[in-house]
């Protein structure tokens, strides 16, 4: 298996633009989240889905973020507009169930707002 | 709020030394603790974890010792090898899984050959 693919790897914005981050989970995998990692704050648990449904958005920052799950196989984090404190690396992992322990993360988007 | 506190920041041991790294947490409720090894340019991945009912486990060179009374867990790595330098994280929940995970700050492990 590929693992848990995020897409891009680097993301460079101006301010008040719109970014969007895709993630595709694992294969079979039933549970999704996303965290965000800076240095200030460490990694953040910003939202979670069970069977394409938000669980708890409760760590989303801001109305600027939101995040989305139409399908198994693919979800997208997107802020709007994006401010410069928004840069950060941002992860999607993925998990066979909320009951599993075990997390597998993907390889992080890099997003940096000029 | 930071519920996980980890110690210390960066670290830096010799090849065949044993790295130590601990964390305390606040919140009683907690009930899994696991461990997360990340490279550069890499997602954190599992490497052991640990629920309060035992009070040490044992995978390979990587050992968890877990105090409850003291709300303490540390991670120790034996006979420390340089491509074991990475950063970890420790983490505790206390929901069904790996539900919201709560992450120490990290400690940046060097090893010196």
């Known amino acids: 298996d590929a693992g848990v693919i995020q897409s891009p790897r680097h993301e460079v914005t101006e301010m008040g633009q719109e970014v969007t981050l895709r993630c595709k989970p694992i294969?079979?995998?039933?549970?999704l989240f996303w965290y965000r990692q800076t240095m200030m704050r460490g990694l953040e648990l910003l939202i979670y889905?069970?069977?394409?449904?938000?669980?708890?958005d409760s760590g989303m920052p801001e109305d600027r973020f939101s995040a989305k799950m139409p399908n198994a196989s693919f979800s997208t984090l997107k802020i709007q507009p994006s401010e410069p404190r928004d840069s950060a690396v941002y992860f999607c992992?993925?998990?066979?169930?909320?009951?599993?322990?075990?997390?597998?993360f993907g390889s992080g988007t890099q997003l940096s707002v000029l | 709020q930071q519920q996980v506190k980890q110690s210390p920041q960066s670290l830096i041991v010799q090849k065949g030394g044993i790295s130590i790294i601990n964390c305390a947490y606040e919140n009683t409720a907690f009930d899994y603790f696991p461990w997360y090894q990340q490279f550069p340019g890499k997602g954190p991945a599992l490497l052991i974890a640990?629920?309060?009912?035992?009070s040490e486990k044992k995978e390979g060179r990587f050992t968890i010792s877990f105090n409850k009374s003291a709300k303490q867990f540390s991670l120790h790595i034996m006979d420390s090898q340089p491509g074991d330098s990475a950063t970890y994280f420790c983490a505790a929940s206390k929901f069904l899984g790996a539900q919201k995970l709560v992450f120490g700050q990290g400690t940046r492990l060097t090893i010196n050959p």
């Open positions: 640990i629920r309060p009912d035992v």
């Open positions: 294969s079979g995998h039933n549970s």
């Open positions: 992992a993925s998990s066979l169930s909320l009951a599993n322990e075990k997390l597998f």
């Open positions: 889905f069970n069977n394409n449904v938000p669980i708890d």
